[in-house]
């Protein structure tokens, strides 16, 4: 389903994944509130093992009109991994392009850009599929906290000029989310990543 709806309504279908302590139940509440702020109904659902082990963690989440919580395997609009074997477990969601239609975008968190086989890439490339990978993990640390590496690549994500996300109305959905301790360092992290996508991801063709 495209983004956005005949009415002009937002269609999204998104997959977080990670592992447990990566906080991709903060990412997943984090869109759910900007969804239902700007008035679009939410549904979703969690697939989780031993999360409090390290085990993977992902997230269904649709925003707009849809019937059902789980994302089938090349439907997926967005893409949100923070950790990259996690990624490679759910690239699979991501939607191809078809005539008219762009397809997903992958947001991953990886030390080095070139984790990916070239195979994957090519594979991905010729459906249409975007990956953009972002060093998350150290952009938190460097700021101060490495427990924020999702708030980091959300950043990031936002400067994507095809992310069909605000990247103000974000930021307000961080502030009312993340507890008041953490919160004026997350919304610092949140702009880091921005800053660093506008230097990485290139703007939209005219």
């Given at each position: 389903m495209d983004q956005q709806s005949e009415s002009g309504r937002m269609n999204i279908q998104m997959i977080i994944s990670g592992v447990g302590g990566q906080g991709v139940l903060l990412v997943t509440r984090i869109f759910s509130d900007f969804a239902l702020k700007e008035g679009y109904p939410v549904i979703g659902s969690e697939d989780h093992g031993m999360s409090q082990r390290g085990g993977s963690v992902i997230t269904y989440l649709k925003i707009g009109q849809f019937d059902g919580p789980l994302v089938k395997k090349g439907n997926a609009d967005i893409l949100l991994s923070l950790e990259k074997n996690e990624a490679y477990k759910t690239l699979h969601f991501l939607k191809p392009a078809t005539s008219g239609r762009r397809g997903g975008l992958g947001f991953i968190n990886a030390p080095d850009a070139g984790f990916m086989k070239e195979e994957i890439r090519n594979y991905l490339k010729e459906r249409g599929i975007e990956i953009d990978i972002f060093p998350a993990d150290r952009v938190a640390r460097e700021m101060g906290s490495i427990q924020s590496t999702n708030i980091a690549l959300i950043g990031f994500a936002s400067a994507h000029p095809g992310f069909p996300?605000?990247?103000?109305?974000?930021?307000?959905?961080?502030?009312?989310?993340?507890?008041?301790?953490?919160?004026?360092?997350?919304?610092?992290?949140?702009?880091?990543?921005?800053?660093?996508?506008?230097?990485?991801?290139?703007?939209?063709?005219?």
């Amino acid at each position: 389903m495209d983004q956005q709806s005949e009415s002009g309504r937002m269609n999204i279908q998104m997959i977080i994944s990670g592992v447990g302590g990566q906080g991709v139940l903060l990412v997943t509440r984090i869109f759910s509130d900007f969804a239902l702020k700007e008035g679009y109904p939410v549904i979703g659902s969690e697939d989780h093992g031993m999360s409090q082990r390290g085990g993977s963690v992902i997230t269904y989440l649709k925003i707009g009109q849809f019937d059902g919580p789980l994302v089938k395997k090349g439907n997926a609009d967005i893409l949100l991994s923070l950790e990259k074997n996690e990624a490679y477990k759910t690239l699979h969601f991501l939607k191809p392009a078809t005539s008219g239609r762009r397809g997903g975008l992958g947001f991953i968190n990886a030390p080095d850009a070139g984790f990916m086989k070239e195979e994957i890439r090519n594979y991905l490339k010729e459906r249409g599929i975007e990956i953009d990978i972002f060093p998350a993990d150290r952009v938190a640390r460097e700021m101060g906290s490495i427990q924020s590496t999702n708030i980091a690549l959300i950043g990031f994500a936002s400067a994507h000029p095809g992310f069909p996300f605000l990247h103000e109305k974000l930021r307000q959905s961080i502030e009312r989310v993340t507890p008041s301790k953490f919160r004026e360092l997350s919304l610092k992290i949140f702009d880091r990543g921005f800053i660093e996508g506008h230097k990485a991801i290139p703007p939209a063709l005219p």
